[in-house]
C-alpha cells in the first residue's frame, strides 16, 4: 500500500463519533480529526481535537512524526518522510524511522461504544529520547470550519494526570490525560489547507488552537507513551496518575482488540462501524465521514450489513423501530430528531423497507429468540400498512395504476434514489413509473401477498404490465421510466441502471430469457466498470466521466454517468442468475466482477467501499470513502449471492442461536474469499 493522502482510515465509536485521517497523516478534509463525538447520538456531531504535530528530541536534534498542509500549499513539518509502514489492522499503527536509525511506533485506537481516542508511542530501538505533542483543538460542527477568534478558551484545569479545555460554552469538555507531562503554552495555528476541501469547491482553510505541550521520555523496552482524549458533556472523570493512566489505557486496548478479534473477518469488522446507537435502539449511518442516518440508505444496507452477517437481532431492533415512523404508506428519509420534521420526500425507501422486512421475517420465522410475536406483528402491520397506503394514494402523486404499477412524481421533487438538484432543478425528476419503482414495488406486493390474498392478484396484473410496458424491442433494455410525467404511453428510453433491479438484486425476477440474457449485456457493455454501474449511457449527451467541481457542478452529474459501487450487488446476482447459478458461474462472478470490487478495499477507505468514483478510467473514487449501502452490497454478495446454497442454508441454521444478542461475527459456515 502506498503511504499518502489519498488512503484513509476510519475509527468509528459506535455513537455515531469517530477518528479519521490519512495514512500519511496529513488531514486533507475538515472532518479528520482525532476526536470527533455525537452530542446527540448519532447525530449533533462536532470537533474537539483536529490533530497534532509530534516531534521527537535527540541529543542529534528534533525529528518530526507528523505533518500539516498550511495555504496556500506548504508541508511542515516533514514527519510523513519518515513513515515506514502503515497497517489498518487491527488499528491505525504507523512506525517511523529517524535518521539515526531510532525506530517509533504509533497507534490510534477508538474504543467502542465511548468517546474516548488512545495515542499510543512506543520506542522500538535506539538510545532513549523526548517526545513532545502539540495538540490542536477547535470545538465547531463537523461540516464547518475554524477560525481565529476572541471567544475560543485555551484554559487549561490540572487534575492530576488529566487537563481538562472547553474551547466554547456549551459542547463537550474535553479531558486529555497522558502519564507524561503538561506545559501550558497557548497558540494559534493558523491557516490549515484541506485539499479534499478545496477539490470540492468548499471552504478549506482553517486556523486552530493549541493550549500547550505534552512531553514523556521514551525508552526501549520501557513504558509507552500514553494520551488519551474522552469528550465529557457530564461530569468530568480525569485521571490522577500516569501509572493509572497506563492500567486503564492497556485495559481499553486488550478489551478493543478482543472485541475487534472476534469478528469473522475484516469485512464483518468494518460494516459493525456503520451500526450505531441511537437513543435506546440502533440505525445505520449513511456514510462516513459526513452522512448521518438516512431512511433508504439503511434498508438497502441493512441487508448486507445486517441479514447477510446474521445480525438478526441489531436488524430487528432498527426495523421495528421505523415501524413506527409509517405515515401514509411512506416512511421519512431521514429519522426525524426531537422536534424535527420528517422529510417524507422518497418513493422507495418506503419498499426498500418492506424488503429488508420481509427478508427479516423469513430468516427468523419461527425463532422467538429474534422475533417475538409482538415484534413480528409490529413488522407485518408496518408492511401492509406501507403497500396499502402506497396502492390507495398517498404524497406526491404516489398510487397504485390500473395496470399494477406504481405511479410517482411531482414537480420540484425527486423521489428515486436519483435524487439530485441544484437549487430548484431537480436533475433526474423521473416522474411517472420508474423502472427500479416498479421492481420494488412488485416485489414490496408479493410480500404483503404472503399474509394477505388480496394483493396476489395486483401481483400477477403488475407483473405481466411490467414487460409489456417496459421491454424496448429495438434496443434490447428495458425503458428507464413510462408514462413520464403521468402521460399515459410515453416512454424514457434513457440507458440508466436502475432496470438491473428487474432481474437481480431483489427476490422477484421480471425479466427472464432472452430478454433478460440481451439486457444484461447491453448494460454489461455500456455501464459495468471495476467498481459499479455508471449511471447513464456514455454515449448521452448529458454524460460525465468525472465528478469534480463545486458543489452545483457535482450534483449536476451526480447521476449523470457517475460510477455507483453499490449496483455491483444486483448486477452481479443479475449476471449469474441468467447464466443458471451454478457453481461455476458463481466462481467466475467472484474471481472476475468481484475480485475488482475487492481490491477497492485498499484504494481509498481502507477496508471500506466508497460511495461513488468517476465513470471513465482510472475511476477515482469520490463521494464518501467509507460508505454502508456500497460495503452492504459487497457483503450481500459474499455471503449470499456468491455462497453455495447448501452452505448458506447451514450458515443460517448456525447463526439462529448467537443472534439472540445480535452478536454473532464469528459463527456460520460462510468465509469470505478476498480481503
Known amino acids: 500500500m502506498t503511504i499518502d493522502d489519498r488512503h484513509e482510515w476510519l475509527e468509528a465509536d459506535g455513537l455515531g463519533g469517530f477518528a479519521s485521517g490519512t495514512t500519511s497523516g496529513i488531514r486533507t478534509r475538515r472532518y479528520h480529526a482525532l476526536l470527533l463525538t455525537a452530542t446527540t447520538p448519532p447525530t449533533g456531531r462536532v470537533v474537539l481535537v483536529n490533530g497534532f504535530d ?26 510523513h518522510t519518515r513513515i515506514r509502514s502503515f497497517s489498518s489492522e487491527p488499528w491505525p499503527t504507523w512506525e517511523f524511522e529517524l535518521p539515526d536509525g531510532r525506530r517509533v511506533v504509533q497507534e490510534i485506537v477508538v474504543r467502542h461504544d465511548t468517546p474516548i481516542t488512545m495515542v499510543v508511542w512506543r520506542l522500538v530501538s535506539g538510545a532513549p529520547a523526548t517526545l513532545r505533542v502539540r495538540p490542536f483543538l477547535s470545538g465547531r460542527d463537523y461540516h464547518a470550519t475554524h477560525h481565529e477568534n476572541g471567544v475560543c478558551s485555551l484554559d487549561a484545569e490540572v487534575h492530576g494526570a488529566s487537563v481538562v479545555f472547553q474551547p466554547y460554552q456549551g459542547l463537550p469538555r474535553i479531558v486529555s490525560s497522558a502519564n507524561g507531562t503538561y506545559r501550558n503554552a497557548p497558540e494559534w495555528y493558523r491557516q490549515f489547507l484541506y485539499t479534499a476541501e478545496r ?49 486503564t489505557a492497556a485495559r481499553h486496548r486488550a478489551d478493543e482488540r478482543a472485541r475487534r478479534s472476534a469478528f ?21 449511518i449513511a456514510g462516513y465521514p459526513w452522512f448521518a442516518d438516512w431512511g433508504r440508505d439503511t434498508f438497502i444496507a441493512i441487508r448486507g450489513l445486517c441479514l447477510a452477517t446474521g445480525r438478526y437481532a441489531d436488524a430487528r431492533d432498527i426495523l421495528v423501530e421505523w415501524a413506527g415512523a409509517v405515515s401514509e404508506g411512506m416512511l421519512p428519509n431521514r429519522f426525524p430528531d426531537h422536534g424535527d420534521t420528517p422529510q417524507f420526500n422518497s418513493v422507495d425507501a418506503s419498499l426498500w423497507y418492506v424488503l429488508a422486512v420481509d427478508e427479516l421475517l423469513q430468516r427468523a420465522a419461527g425463532d422467538r429468540r429474534v422475533l ?30 390500473h395496470d399494477g404499477l406504481l405511479a410517482s412524481g411531482a414537480p420540484g421533487v425527486q423521489l428515486t434514489w436519483m435524487d439530485a438538484r441544484v437549487g430548484d432543478r431537480v436533475i433526474t425528476p423521473r416522474i411517472g413509473k420508474p423502472v427500479e419503482i416498479q421492481a420494488l414495488w412488485l416485489n414490496a406486493v408479493q410480500a404483503a401477498g404472503r399474509s394477505d390474498a388480496r394483493w396476489r392478484d395486483a401481483f400477477e396484473r403488475g407483473r405481466a404490465a411490467f414487460v409489456e410496458r417496459f421491454w424496448i424491442e429495438e434496443r434490447g433494455y428495458l425503458a428507464d421510466v413510462v408514462d413520464v410525467d403521468h402521460v399515459p404511453g410515453t416512454r ?19 425479466l427472464d430469457g432472452d430478454r433478460a440474457r440481451r439486457m444484461l449485456d447491453v448494460v454489461e457493455r455500456r455501464l459495468l466498470t471495476p467498481i459499479g454501474l455508471r449511471s447513464l449511457d456514455p454515449g448521452d449527451s448529458a454524460y460525465a466521466a468525472r465528478y469534480e467541481g463545486d458543489a452545483s457542478a457535482r450534483d449536476a452529474v451526480y447521476h449523470q454517468g457517475t460510477v455507483w459501487p453499490w449496483l455491483a450487488g444486483p448486477f452481479v446476482e443479475a449476471w449469474i442468475r441468467v447464466r443458471g447459478n451454478t457453481a461455476a458461474v458463481r466462481r467466475e462472478a467472484r474471481e472476475t466482477l468481484v475480485a475488482s470490487l475487492m481490491r477497492h478495499l485498499d484504494e481509498a477507505g481502507l477496508g471500506h467501499v466508497s460511495e461513488i468514483a468517476d465513470a471513465e478510467p482510472p475511476f477515482v473514487p ?44 464469528r459463527v456460520g459456515a460462510i468465509r469470505s474469499t478476498g480481503h
Open 54 to 79: 509530534a516531534w521527537i528530541d535527540t541529543a542529534a536534534g528534533s525529528f518530526a512524526l507528523s505533518t500539516q498542509r498550511y495555504a496556500p500549499d506548504v508541508l511542515h513539518p516533514d514527519g
Open 372 to 401: 417475538s410475536t409482538a415484534d413480528a406483528e409490529t413488522l407485518a402491520t408496518a408492511i401492509s400498512r406501507i403497500v396499502s397506503g402506497y396502492a390507495a394514494g398517498t404524497r406526491y402523486g404516489i398510487r397504485m395504476d
Open 622 to 665: 469520490r463521494g464518501c470513502p467509507f460508505q454502508a449501502w456500497s460495503l452492504g452490497e459487497l457483503l450481500r454478495l459474499d455471503r449470499v449471492v456468491l455462497a453455495d446454497p447448501a452452505r448458506t442454508r447451514s450458515a443460517r441454521e448456525a447463526l439462529s442461536h448467537a443472534a439472540e444478542t445480535g452478536r454473532a461475527p
Open 199 to 247: 477539490d470540492r469547491g468548499l471552504d478549506a482553510v482553517e486556523d486552530l488552537a493549541s493550549p500547550g505541550e505534552l512531553t514523556w521520555t521514551l525508552d526501549a523496552g520501557g513504558a509507552d507513551a500514553v494520551w488519551t482524549l474522552t469528550a465529557a458533556a457530564g461530569p468530568v472523570a480525569t485521571v490522577g496518575t500516569g501509572e493509572e493512566l497506563l492500567a
Open 492 to 510: 424514457d428510453l434513457t440507458l440508466r441502471p436502475n432496470q438491473i433491479l428487474a432481474v437481480g438484486g431483489l427476490p422477484v425476477v421480471l
Open 264 to 284: 469473522r473477518t475484516p469485512l464483518d469488522r468494518a460494516a459493525d462501524a456503520y451500526l450505531v446507537r441511537r437513543g435506546r435502539g440502533r440505525t445505520v
